[in-house]
């Protein structure tokens, strides 16, 4: 609901409340106001204009020289464009100076020649949407009544130096669907009155049964109808000030009769429709049931073929609307209308929610019906409509009202305790306090030693049982204000598992060193569903998939994310770093829910390491994907119980993949992309790793110990050991360990070589080992004996020998 706070102020006393507070304080009693727009968009400087000459630009066929008095002593030249813009007009002029929305500022400017001091403006180009324009000015220039002034403020003229609130509301607060509704809202926050619009009717000394009948077939469907006849009406535009709340309020302008119409939607909450009276067929209105095949081609031109299930009005033989959601073209209201039927009814929220879903046609309307509207206005809206009608279309109202009535409500009265109240909100609200909320929402009551008994009016249907009278008094009392108690129980406070927090922990840590998370969905294609599969199962699939991109449980997370990167390359997001954890389903047998089983997998490509100005840049490559899994592993207390192992797996790359074992289980994978799989996907050099997280999550991991720096020194020896090219680092690192005892404390490699220098079939490693014992000064002979012990257990086990 946009709501324009001009016209509220028509309705409440807004002094000293802006806009912006007013929709602070109605955000703080439960209706969110979603925004507050400044309908000018920061635009000022424009004012009228009246075109004295045009003539046709010397040098440019779809230019006009025109010479435009704005009020400032002698007249401007001005070039225009538009293709309406003519002699005599009065029009909107941005004068040289102005600014325009989007911050445009107009200045002095030759075009073709031809000097130009201003412009004349489109409402589109002073910031009204283009669907809101009125059809007769969406391809020019608009133009003002001839009774505007010359010199005035045309932004003041279009309203366009209100502000618009935007109420996100709840289906329960249908109430507030139209002004005066909010204007009950905003009365009750701020403790004022409600000024309610005030009729005068005047008929003239005919009798409206002499013109229309109306019988309704579907009492249940349709139980207030109501109707007047305004003839001898002249169809024109609106006036400028309803032609603006209209579009204000999102409904663009068409004529007078319409527009009153619309106008009273959003004023009332009670939706109109208005007849061409000479063109309905017949002297009588009945409300039925369409028959089975019925059609009607409704305002929209579109033929729409209707059901039992759907309302209709017809003229007593065929249908000429559809109720409560659109009119039929055969019964519209057009230039040559002189005699309007003005519809009021009530309709039942079911009857057109049905139609409505049904057709695929939503509308002001139907949107107001479907919710709820209030019958007590039925006749109140017509009266007015009415009375507009004689005022602003020159039409005489015809005396008395046709209306079929078997509406059967009955008052809602509820009845609550003070102290209900406040043992329920926690608070200590004095009866008087509660008294002055109701008496600000204007619910007639009476109080009997603190137990309040309420009538609630016909506007607000969403009030029945006293939980809802407790819900009124505590938004308006303020929740700012109630008291925060914690609940009395004896169970301890709430926190996080063990796995848990180590879950947060690895998605922080994978955070911190520059990965983002994805979150991507558990269902894929049959084709994707066990690529990358850790473990894999029969593939399971769903009943009534909505697509076939997205019929079976995943197995593994790397085929979603390489979809995240292939939609962030295909954008020209060539560096990605993502990460996701989630569960993949595993089949456990015919007739059994399958068991799920939390991963973590990630997906690196692009670079990973720049800095430009020093002219350093380093692509991502197999160590930086599993420098992360290391430094997570460290993190988890893991570091010592993980082994690499070189490894082939479908879709990934057969010399840059390793499987990760923990305690010599496989717990998981890392490695590059296939290329053929990187092709497909249009990736460049791509790393991926997923990993079994339940497993390390849960693995026993010790206390850590903490050992004092050393204080004796330590020796440190090379070696360089050629061995077979299918022999693995990893392999050999391990058995120098394990042969280099307690006093061997670090091993790592620093060179391998490949060349001419060494025979076919043979590569180099060299290793630097450290020695040291944390208790003593180590000796040259004691090192050289578990160095030798070294060497010959690698010439054992691998057949090594010491390069030269």
């Known amino acids: 609901m946009f709501v324009s706070y001009k016209w509220l102020q028509e309705y409440v006393d807004l002094t000293g409340i802006t806009a912006k507070e007013l929709a602070d304080r109605i955000t703080k009693s439960g209706i969110e106001v979603e925004s507050v727009e400044v309908l000018n968009k920061g635009a000022k400087g424009v004012v009228v204009g009246h075109v004295l000459e045009r003539e046709q630009h010397p040098n440019a066929d779809k230019l006009s020289k025109c010479l435009v008095d704005i009020g400032e002593g002698e007249p401007v030249q001005i070039i225009c464009g538009a293709p309406n813009v003519a002699k005599g007009q009065k029009v909107a002029v941005a004068k040289v100076g102005a600014v325009l929305p ?97 009729t005068e009717i005047q008929e003239n000394g005919e009798n409206v049964h002499d013109y229309i009948s109306v019988r309704v077939d579907a009492p249940e469907d349709n139980p207030v109808y109501a109707g007047r006849i305004v003839k001898n009406v002249k169809i024109g535009p609106s006036p400028l000030w309803m032609q603006a709340r209209l579009m204000a309020a999102g409904i663009r302008p ?67 609307a559809l109720a409560g959601v659109m009119g039929g073209a055969n019964s519209e209201v057009r230039d040559d209308t002189t005699t309007v039927f003005i519809e009021s ?54 005396g008395g009202v046709v209306e079929v009535n078997t509406l059967k409500e009955q008052e809602v009265t509820v009845t609550v305790t003070l102290d209900r109240i406040n043992r329920v909100l926690g608070t200590a609200i004095t009866k008087d306090e509660v008294a002055a909320i109701l008496t600000n929402l204007q619910f007639a009551f009476t109080e009997n030693n603190g137990t309040f008994t309420i009538t609630v009016p016909s506007r607000r249907r969403d009030i029945s049982i006293e939980e809802d009278i407790i819900e009124e008094v505590a ?69 009534l998939p909505m697509s076939e991109e997205r019929s079976v449980l995943r197995q593994s997370l790397i085929p979603h994310l390489l979809e995240v990167a292939s939609y962030n390359r295909a954008r020209q997001v060539e560096n990605i770093a993502v990460y996701e954890t989630g569960a993949v389903y595993l089949a456990s047998g015919e007739n059994e829910l399958p068991s799920e089983k939390e991963r973590l997998a990630g997906i690196i490509t692009g670079v990973w390491h720049a800095h430009l100005w020093q002219g350093e840049k380093k692509a991502v490559d197999f160590y930086v994907a599993k420098g992360i899994l290391d430094g997570l592993f460290e993190l988890l207390g893991l570091t010592n119980r993980i082994e690499y192992k070189q490894a082939k797996r479908e879709h990934m790359h057969p010399g840059r993949t390793a499987d990760i074992l923990l305690d010599g289980k496989t717990v998981g994978f890392v490695g590059q992309l296939h290329p053929v799989v990187q092709k497909e996907y249009d990736l460049k050099e791509t790393y991926v790793f997923e990993l079994a997280l339940a497993d390390l999550l849960n693995a026993d991991v010790e206390d ?47 060179d391998v070589y490949k060349g001419d220098r060494l025979p076919d079939g043979k590569k180099s490693i060299a290793f630097s080992l450290r020695y040291y014992d944390p208790e003593r000064t180590l000796t040259d002979e004691e090192v050289t004996a578990v160095h030798e012990k070294v060497i010959q257990a690698v010439k054992q086990q691998f057949g090594a020998t010491l390069r030269g």
């Open 345 to 398: 009814a009530y309709f039942t929220s079911p009857a057109i929610r049905k139609a409505s879903k049904d057709l695929g046609l939503r509308s002001e309307a139907s949107t107001r019906f479907e919710k709820g509207i209030d019958p007590a206005r039925t006749k109140e809206a017509l009266d007015r409509a009415a009375a507009l009608m004689a005022e602003y279309a020159g039409g005489e109202v015809i």
């Open 475 to 543: 938004r308006l009392y303020g929740y700012d204000r109630l008291p925060a108690t914690l609940p009395v129980a004896e169970a301890k406070p709430g926190k996080l598992t063990p796995y848990q927090a180590k879950r947060r922990q690895v998605r922080r840590y994978l955070e911190d060193v520059g990965l983002f998370q994805a979150i991507t969905y558990s269902l894929t294609s049959a084709e994707k569903a066990t690529m990358f599969a850790l473990e894999t199962a029969e593939p399971i699939r769903l009943a």
């Open 704 to 750: 850590i110990r903490y050992a004092p720096i050393p204080r004796f020194p330590s020796i440190a020896r090379d070696i360089a050991l050629v061995v077979d090219e299918n022999v693995v680092a990893g392999e050999l690192q391990k058995a120098i360990i394990e042969a280099g005892g307690s006093l061997l404390k670090e091993v790592s490699i620093f």
């Open 254 to 320: 068409h004529n007078n009769v319409v527009d009153i119409t619309n106008y009273i939607l959003l004023e009332y909450g009670q939706p109109l429709h208005a007849f061409d009276y000479d063109r309905l067929g017949s002297k009588e209105i009945v409300v039925r049931r369409a028959k089975a095949g019925e059609t009607i081609v409704t305002l929209d031109d579109t033929k729409r073929t209707l059901t039992e299930d759907h309302l209709v009005i017809t003229n007593g033989t065929e249908p000429v």
């Open 102 to 198: 989007g911050g445009l500022k107009i200045k002095r400017a030759k075009l073709r020649g031809e000097e130009s001091n201003g412009m004349i403006c489109s409402l589109q180009e002073l910031g009204i949407e283009s669907k809101l324009v009125p059809k007769e000015y969406a391809d020019g220039i608009f133009v003002f009544p001839s009774d505007a002034p010359v010199g005035a403020d045309a932004l003041e003229l279009l309203n366009l130096d209100d502000e618009v609130l935007e109420l996100g509301l709840t289906p329960n607060r249908a109430d507030c669907l139209s002004m005066i509704g909010v204007a009950y809202e905003v009365a009750a926050i701020l403790g004022r009155n409600v000024k309610l619009p005030v």
